[in-house]
């Protein structure tokens, strides 16, 4: 098994309709390959939306899964997420539980940690076991009134999509996402929640 136990957004090798939005303001980079030719890609976005309205979508399992358009299935179970991530034809959905951690950051931030779980839920008939499922994200209040988002993410598709597929066209995917997210953030409408809180234990 590539990339071992724990794994790891946002997670996200998740594909937008073509009339979409690419993410603007956003800069996104590969900044390691492992061994196994798995890639940590990090985003950094500056969005004219209200910090809170991220932070409502990404603490929302069904929020997050009406956001964007290829997370096909995305539930809470305790502590975690189950996700499914439809990639198109021909490849096969991919399915993985996470464990899904919220802190409140000291500068009023909220930081999103989410990791591979070590007990999955059943695969339904037909899909694959994402290998490697971890990162973050962070919601920040920026100087002009905005959001500041930044974004980490190292992710093993599993099966016989190899590492080195999925970095010809993560950087693509990962941006087209964003501006899935950005979208939704713009016509999320109660925007309710403070930036620094966290759910009740």
Not at 26 to 41: E, H, M
Not at 84 to 110: F, I, K, Y
Not at 113 to 130: C, D, K, M, N
Request: net charge neutral; with cysteine.
């Amino acid at each position: 098994m590539r990339g071992g136990v724990r794994a790891g957004v946002v997670s996200v090798f998740l594909a937008i309709p073509a009339s979409a939005e690419p993410a603007a303001d956003c800069r996104i980079r590969t900044v390691a390959v492992d061994g196994d030719g798995v890639a940590t890609v990090e985003a950094r976005c500056h969005w004219d939306v209200e910090p809170a309205r991220l932070v409502a979508i990404l603490r929302d399992p069904a929020r997050l899964g009406a956001a964007l358009s290829t997370l096909s299935e995305c539930r809470a179970v305790p502590g975690g997420r189950v996700e499914v991530h439809s990639v198109g034809w021909p490849l096969a959905d991919r399915q993985v539980t996470v464990d899904w951690r919220e802190q409140a950051l000291p500068d009023g931030g909220t930081r999103f940690t989410y990791a591979r779980s070590q007990r999955q839920e059943p695969l339904a008939p037909g899909r694959v076991q994402i290998e490697i499922d971890e990162g973050w994200w962070e919601v920040r209040k920026n100087a002009r009134g905005g959001a500041t988002l930044a974004y980490s993410s190292r992710y093993d598709a599993g099966a016989s999509l190899a590492p080195f597929a999925v970095r010809a066209f993560v950087g693509d995917a990962i941006e087209k996402s964003l501006a899935e997210l950005r979208a939704a953030a713009e016509a999320f409408d109660r925007p309710t929640v403070a930036v620094s809180s966290a759910p009740p234990e």
